[in-house]
């Protein structure tokens, strides 16, 4: 099986377990590209942005499908299964040679948030890569304008009007403000 064909079952897999997870990579891809050209950056490095965006939660095809759509609260042992996902996808991907360093960040960093209260290293503030900031944005936007199990939908203005005060030590509020702009102009 080519390393390409592998990447496509991978996902084949992740929306037969939950469709949610398969339409949340998609939206994450394309909010995260979004403000990746908005910040600047070129072709090239949306492109590597891209292949990792669209992966970031591939790691979620091995945990239990009932963790991901329980209707309520998790306890802390289901938690902690859910958030291995990020160092599950890392495994996957690394194991099938999937995506260059570049490319993996945004699925080792799209937990991580700017004040170090993410998951799974902790990292902070210069720690996180653009990559990184820049996926935590798309994937907490798509995650509360979506209605979820144990959560209902969040309008945009009530998501970021929570990122910009509630929020803001969690998030990069200058990427934020361009996401913003990013946004008015779709």
Request: net charge neutral; charged share 25%; with cysteine.
């Amino acid at each position: 099986m080519t390393q390409r064909s592998t990447g496509s079952a991978r996902a084949g897999l992740l929306m037969s377990a939950d469709y949610y997870t398969y339409a949340h990579s998609i939206n994450v891809c394309v909010f995260g590209v979004a403000l990746a050209r908005e910040s600047g950056l070129g072709d090239t490095e949306i492109k590597e942005y891209a292949l990792g965006a669209m992966l970031h939660d591939i790691g979620k095809a091995e945990v239990p499908a009932e963790l991901l759509t329980k209707t309520g609260p998790l306890t802390p042992g289901e938690l902690g299964l859910v958030r291995e996902h990020v160092l599950i996808g890392e495994r996957i991907l690394r194991e099938h040679h999937q995506l260059s360093e570049t490319a993996m960040i945004p699925v080792a960093q799209h937990h991580e948030k700017l004040d170090g209260s993410g998951y799974p290293r902790e990292l902070s503030g210069q720690g996180l890569h653009l990559f990184g900031r820049i996926t935590a944005i798309a994937d907490v936007y798509d995650a509360m304008t979506s209605k979820r199990t144990y959560q209902r939908a969040f309008t945009p203005f009530e998501t970021m009007k929570l990122m910009r005060e509630e929020l803001k030590d969690k998030f990069d509020q200058h990427l934020l403000e361009k996401f913003i702009r990013a946004l008015r102009a779709r």
